[in-house]
Structure formats: C-alpha cells, structure tokens
C-alpha cells in the first residue's frame, strides 16, 4: 500500500539509546515507535479529549507483527504512519509504516491487534460505539467488519 495510504503520521528522531552494535535501531524498538504513533494517533482521533486522563475504554495488544525492510541509522528523522484498517466485536486492527522524514522510503511495515476488556485484567468487550465513530470519521470510511 502506498503511503499516502496513511493520513496520518508522526516524527520522531532516533536516540543513541535506541541503536544496537550496528549503529541501527535494534529490532525491539520498531515496536515501541508503533506505540508512538498509535499514541499519537489516538490524540490525533479526538480519544483524549473525550476522555481526558485516560479515563476511556482499555485496550490491549494481543498481536504484534514487524517487517524489516532497511535500516534505521542513529539521529535519522522518521515518520511513524498509522492507520486503523479494522474493528471487529472486540478488537481494532492498526497498520503502520515506517519512512525517512517526509520521504516515501519504507523501512519497516507493522500491524497491531488491540482488544477492548472491561478492566485492565478483564475479559474483553464490545468497542464502544461512540469510540468506533471516532475512528471511522477520522479516517473517513466505516471500519466495522
């Protein structure tokens, strides 16, 4: 999918911190920036302002997938690009890519799969409706599978 696939992103700078012995992002770390970006796309949706301190539906990651397709070096400028491509009863499906700043050089593909549970160690749950709406306005298409 090509990115403009993607109408949302954030960019982000990699750190020393985040570089393996190769001087490239160790393979850990992709999914951390997909949690930035999935972070920073939910603010993006309106989620915070609905529900501010974090007092919203939860979710949990119960699936995370990488694809590695060129390094990531020390002090590059990333975008994170995020999309939600899917809700089901439960779960929301998010898609992401990794490019260069402002380029469309993929590096890494990802996918994540969150589901809504009634507490942090419930069982899971329906995805509220007016939290699916938001989704589908932002991304400006239903979502519902």
Not at 69 to 92: A, H, N, Q
């Amino acid at each position: 999918m090509p990115r403009s696939d993607f109408k949302f992103h954030v960019s982000k700078r990699v750190r020393y911190a985040e570089i393996d012995a190769q001087a490239v992002v160790f393979n850990s770390r992709y999914l951390e920036y997909f949690d930035i970006g999935v972070t920073e796309y939910w603010r993006g949706v309106g989620v915070y302002d609905r529900w501010p301190g974090h007092t919203g539906p939860e979710f949990h990651v119960a699936r995370a997938e990488v694809d590695y397709k060129r390094p990531i070096l020390l002090d590059e400028e990333i975008d994170i690009c995020v999309r939600c491509s899917r809700v089901g009863r439960s779960s929301m499906t998010f898609l992401f890519e990794l490019h260069g700043k402002g380029q469309d050089d993929l590096r890494a593909t990802g996918l994540e799969v969150s589901v809504h549970v009634e507490e942090a160690r419930g069982a899971t749950a329906p995805v509220p409706e007016e939290f699916l709406e938001l989704f589908e306005a932002f991304e400006g298409k239903s979502l519902r599978s």
